[in-house]
């Protein structure tokens, strides 16, 4: 009951369709490429992570799972659930599967079908992994985001942008701490493709994954046990 408040909360109309319109750019710049016969220079596993990977998948993430706590204390409506016997971690993982179960088909859908249109089945694969353990990951982050501050949208913009964006690309070390270096080897793996250097190793990325999620989680958990809701 908890998860389908949440996800009617976060599903606005609004929401959707700005970020099905961000998919649809780059199923139509796909189209483009693929009618433009691109030649054998170009490699499709490049630009779904250019694309997907470094934008469309943690832009829409950050926008669907900020919503999930942020929204409710916003509007003020935590304070039904703490006058319930409801455990916190509870509404934290309400929080993280809806933001889930709204995240799978509006980024899985859009990138499965620009892996169709510009790659092969190993691209398809690739970006369809990539883009789940991004889903995961992201989601989980930017969930316990909208739990501290009601400028996450914000925070999770720098956070894309300049950690990630810059920072982790001028430092090997950094990098280990941008969840895109997880997705983008995710994809390099499944479709065989060189995108970074001496990328992790599948059981490795999926560990990490699991990692983030449940430190996640708990500092959402913790984060939940100690604020005052009015």
């Known amino acids: 009951m908890m998860m389908r408040r949440i996800i009617r909360s976060v599903a606005t109309r609004g929401r959707l369709i700005a970020m099905s319109l961000v998919g649809l750019i780059g199923i139509l710049i796909g189209v483009a490429i693929n009618r433009s016969d691109p030649g054998s220079d170009f490699v499709p596993a490049e630009f779904l992570d250019g694309f997907g990977l ?40 309400a ?85 895109r270096t997880y997705t983008r080897s995710a994809l390099a793996n499944v479709a065989d493709v060189a995108l970074l250097d001496q990328p992790p190793q599948t059981t490795s990325i999926v560990l990490v994954t699991i990692a983030v999620a449940l430190a996640a989680g708990l500092i959402t958990t913790w984060r939940l046990n100690t604020m005052d809701v009015d």
């Not at 943690?58 to 409710?72: K, Y």
């Not at 799978?104 to 620009?114: A, E």
């Not at 694969?125 to 501290?148: K, P, R």
């Not at 009601?150 to 913009?157: M, T």
């Open 54 to 93: 470094i934008i469309f998948v943690p832009l829409v993430a950050l926008v669907i799972s900020t919503a999930t706590i942020g929204d409710m204390l916003e509007e003020r409506n935590l304070v039904y659930y703490w006058l319930r016997p409801i455990g916190r971690w509870k509404i934290t993982l």
């Open 95 to 179: 929080a993280w599967l809806g933001a889930i179960v709204v995240l799978l088909p509006l980024v899985l859908i859009p990138m499965g079908v620009l892996g169709a249109i510009i790659g092969t089945g190993d691209d398809v694969a690739g970006i369809l992994v990539g883009s789940l353990i991004g889903i995961v990951a992201y989601s989980a982050v930017f969930t316990m985001l909208g739990a501290f501050t009601q400028r996450a949208l914000v925070v999770g913009l720098v956070y894309i942008l300049l950690w990630e964006g810059v920072i982790a690309g001028f430092s090997r070390t950094a990098g280990w701490f941008a969840l």
